[in-house]
């Protein structure tokens, strides 16, 4: 099992291996992105649980940002964090206004994604690190997001939204398991990310499909 803490000396942060001590720059900066992936499909599921999560691990210790995205560890953030996640959680449990929110949570699930990317991103150009954030991260979050709202319809049109709490506290369930095993273990979470993404694929394209002829 992977457990790391933070590892300094390599990078402006690193990962430290109980049973190997710290790996070479290369399989940090794979860790790093794999940190940043699992964290941005987290948050195509919940905007701000994963942000929460980044936040509570770096206050914890668990790992460090780089000083560009400090703000983000520092106890102002933890209580912005968790009034939104407070805010965005009950929100989905109240009827119609969770489909308000899927317009918006889209691209807000797209732009953290993006951030948390970012975040993970170290020793790369400015626009190398933005365009990969926002490729990967963004584009992640935003896939995860879509299936999410797909299958928000079509419990809607199959139980009139009796059954949306139920997916409303799924997604939850989703945030927390990614968000935490991208910090804890985020090989195995990128793996189960990429699983998901291909299945979500599927599931927009069909959906879209059966929408543009008709099909129930």
């Not at 703000?71 to 407070?86: E, L, R």
């Not at 409303?168 to 927390?176: D, H």
């Amino acid at each position: 099992m992977i457990l790391f803490q933070p590892c300094r000396g390599h990078s402006e942060f690193g990962f430290l291996f109980f049973s190997t001590g710290c790996k070479n720059r290369s399989m940090e900066t794979f860790l790093s992105i794999a940190v940043g992936i699992g964290l941005a499909a987290a948050c195509g599921f919940r905007v701000f649980v994963p942000l929460l999560i980044l936040n509570l691990a770096s206050l914890a210790g668990a790992l460090t940002l780089p000083s560009g995205f400090a703000w983000m560890g520092s106890p102002a953030a933890t209580v912005a964090f968790a009034t939104a996640t407070a805010a965005e959680i009950i929100g989905y449990y109240v009827p119609w206004f969770d489909h308000a929110l899927d317009t918006i949570a889209t691209p807000a699930a797209i732009a953290a994604g993006t951030l948390t990317t970012a975040a993970f991103l170290t020793d790369v150009s400015p626009f190398l690190k933005w365009t990969t954030a926002l490729i990967a991260g963004g584009g992640t979050a935003g896939l995860i997001q879509a299936s999410t709202v797909v299958l928000r319809a079509k419990s809607s049109l199959a139980t009139g939204g009796a059954a949306n709490p139920l997916f409303a506290t799924m997604e939850i369930a989703g945030a927390l398991v990614t968000g935490i095993l991208a910090v804890l273990l985020p090989v195995v979470c990128l793996v189960l990310v990429l699983i998901f993404c291909l299945w979500a694929v599927r599931k927009v394209i069909r959906f879209f499909s059966e929408k543009n002829t008709g099909s129930p």
